[in-house]
């Protein structure tokens, strides 16, 4: 029985940045938090 072959998921660039985007962090309090601590934690990237 052959594998069925899969494709690549294609990043959506516009979704990806509404939902893990810096704004998108920077609108919820649980996302401001997750931005603290990837400062705190020394990040080069905080978000997408």
């Known amino acids: 029985m052959a594998a069925k072959s899969q494709t690549l998921r294609k990043r959506k660039n516009r979704k990806m940045k509404k939902v893990h985007g ?13 931005l603290l ?4 934690k020394g990040r080069s990237k905080l978000s997408v």
Request: hydrophobic content about 30%; charged content about 40%; glycine content about 12%.
């Open 22 to 34: 810096f704004l998108a962090r920077m609108k919820t309090a649980g996302g401001r938090k997750t």
């Open 37 to 40: 601590t990837r400062r705190r």
